[in-house]
């Protein structure tokens, strides 16, 4: 267990989808050992969990406050060196902060915070301590999101002219919110999910792929989210339109970015599509191992996870042989165990570049872009600077 990272996780305790997601992805290439929790807001509740995963009583925390005092008195070759942070959005900044402040790396899910001065600070506290940082946009974990980028940035599609991505659920059809449903109640919930409901949930990885495939930065915007179902207090329903920033002196790209979660009938339909000069891709999350390239003239190609003609950083993400399918615990994993070799590496704050996986950085923009819309949706202005 020494090669292993040793690993705290806070939420993620009974009852909680994620958490249960995020130690599947740190188990399954064998880079962490958790060894230590706080996994609930409630003492009792998170001494239970604790008590179900086999943590020792003495790593079993009532809250993340104590997990971090305990942690630090503890011999540096024996406390925790990351803390994986699933706990519902409003909660987490506090322990983000306090444990990168401590030198310990973090882990995080998305959106990161939510306000855009916390991003700031966030971002200025992992600078000045040096640790490593991760956000997981876990769909960047994705052998063929890997290999989309490759080809954008390796110049195969010439110059970008347009980026369509959508992201269509039906479950919040209906008030689900008001069945008791764990995860209804909190998405839906201004003061536990943030100023976004659909924008901040699953706008913010359409935002995440479009910047991670294609590196383009977004200039502008124009914004229309809806509520649909009466009585909810946060969007249901985006529809934004995007101007990019030009890339190095070309054409200054435009995009669609569409999230729902009134689509009845929609399960996790993440797709992207994106058209250059010279070719176009497609990619769909519900059909991850397949990217669509088309090039003008020429029969389409269809590129496939597990097959040597990938990039490298595609091949990389890959753990099975063509043929076999890979999805999404596997790209949460990706993200995971790159992130584990930048602690390994003392990466520091440098290794999400490094490393390739998202960091402080892509956590800040997604909070900026999720109150952006949000500013522009409310505005008589038509465009609103990013």
Request: include cysteine; hydrophobic fraction near 40%; glycine fraction near 10%.
């Amino acid at each position: 267990m020494s090669d292993r990272v040793r690993l705290g996780m806070i939420g993620g305790g009974q009852g909680a989808f994620i958490g249960a997601v995020h130690r599947a992805a740190a188990r399954l290439d064998d880079n962490y050992h958790l060894i230590a929790g706080a996994l609930s807001s409630t003492p009792e509740k998170s001494i239970a969990s604790a008590k179900e995963l086999g943590l020792a009583a003495d790593r079993s925390y009532p809250t993340w406050q104590a997990m971090l005092k305990a942690e630090l008195a503890r011999p540096a070759a024996e406390r925790i060196e990351a803390v994986s942070i699933v706990t519902p959005n409003h909660a987490h900044f506090e322990p983000a902060k306090a444990f990168a402040e401590a030198g310990i790396a973090v882990i995080l899910d998305k959106p990161m915070v939510h306000s855009v001065e916390q991003a700031t600070q966030l971002q200025q506290v992992v600078r000045e301590r040096d640790v490593v940082f991760a956000v997981t946009y876990n769909y960047s974990g994705y052998p063929l999101v890997k290999q989309a980028r490759e080809m954008v940035r390796a110049g195969e599609l010439g110059e970008i002219r347009k980026v369509v991505v959508e992201y269509n659920q039906g479950w919040l059809a209906t008030k689900l919110e008001e069945s008791g449903q764990k995860q209804a109640d909190w998405r839906t919930d201004p003061a536990r999910s943030g100023v976004g409901g659909c924008i901040g949930d699953i706008g913010s990885h359409c935002e995440n792929l479009a910047s991670y495939i294609t590196g383009l930065e977004i200039d502008s915007l124009c914004a229309d989210l809806t509520t649909f179902v009466p009585g909810r207090k946060l969007d249901d329903d985006a529809n934004v339109l995007l101007r990019f920033k030009p890339a190095k002196g070309g054409v200054a790209a435009k995009g669609i970015l569409f999230a729902s979660q009134i689509c009845v009938g929609g399960e996790n339909d993440l797709r992207i599509r994106v058209w250059g000069t010279k070719g176009a891709i497609a990619w769909r999350q519900e059909d991850p191992n397949a990217l669509l390239v088309h090039r003008p003239g020429a029969p389409d190609q269809v590129y496939r996870r597990g097959n040597d003609y990938l990039a490298s950083t595609a091949k990389g993400a890959a753990r099975l042989p063509s043929g076999h399918p890979e999805a999404f615990f596997e790209a949460f994993a990706t993200v995971y165990t790159n992130a584990a070799k930048a602690i390994r590496a003392g990466a520091g704050a440098k290794g999400p570049d490094q490393f390739d996986f998202p960091g402080v950085d892509d956590g800040a923009r997604g909070v900026r872009f999720i109150h952006r819309t949000v500013e522009s949706s409310t505005s008589s202005q038509k465009w609103l600077a990013f």
